[in-house]
């Protein structure tokens, strides 16, 4: 079976500070896709990142960076110089090794910026 | 950028309607999904389609029913509205080959009085 836990619920932050978004999955899986996504307060999820097991190379575009760690079966968000705009709860998924891509969903963290 | 479509975006009815809502893709897509949110976040998948004519139950139990007649629609279909569908209802498509991300649409929020 396949778990994605995200322990935090809801942050608030002040705008201009840096946050990190926490992921914790579990799989029997030796191969398998890891996903965020952003869910704004108009209700569409948008896909933010995918990452292979096999990749454990961090990734950074513009704001956002992905650390994944396989020892600790991690796989967390930060976001830097947090923005209003930020503020959406995020999910982060996980994909074992399946042909129908079907994505096990995290219970989301909501991400409050204020300014 | 993922051209998927749902409507209605909003709907509000009352008890023992029936209504579809309707999710449609332009990118081709084999497999396509259904997910239901509740208020407090979580996402649940209800229906999944490999293909045309091909459709089965998600990890939750729902009273809705799709079909797949066309690769680029979906439809989901309530026979008779109660105040336990209220939720917002997301489709989503994802391509060929292995652990493709999905694209999500709009949702639809719907309401049962």
């Known amino acids: 079976a396949q778990k994605v836990t995200q322990a935090q619920t809801e942050i608030s932050v002040v705008e201009k500070e840096d946050v990190t978004l926490d992921c914790v999955y579990e799989t029997r899986d030796t191969t398998y896709y890891l996903f965020w996504y952003k869910q704004p307060p108009s209700g569409e999820l948008v896909f933010l990142i995918r990452r292979n097991s096999f990749d454990e190379q961090n990734e950074i575009s513009g704001r956002y960076s992905w650390n994944f760690q396989k020892s600790t079966s991690s796989f967390n968000f930060t976001i830097t110089a947090s923005q209003v705009v930020d503020s959406a709860v995020y999910f982060c998924a996980l994909s074992g090794n399946n042909a129908g891509n079907m994505l096990t969903f995290g219970g989301g963290t909501r991400l409050m910026v204020k300014p | 950028e993922a051209d998927i479509y749902q409507t209605p975006r909003y709907l509000v009815i009352g008890t023992g309607k029936k209504i579809t809502l309707e999710c449609s893709q332009t990118m081709g897509h084999d497999k396509m999904y259904w997910y239901q949110q509740d208020p407090g976040m979580e996402l649940h998948l209800i229906h999944y389609?490999?293909?045309?004519?091909?459709?089965e139950k998600g990890d939750l139990s729902s009273e809705s029913t799709v079909s797949r007649i066309r690769t680029e629609h979906f439809p989901l279909t309530l026979e008779s509205a109660r105040p336990s569908h209220t939720s917002q209802y997301l489709c989503a498509s994802s391509g060929a080959g292995g652990n493709n991300e999905q694209f999500f649409g709009p949702g639809t929020r719907l309401t049962v009085l």
């Open positions: 389609s490999y293909g045309v004519n091909s459709t």
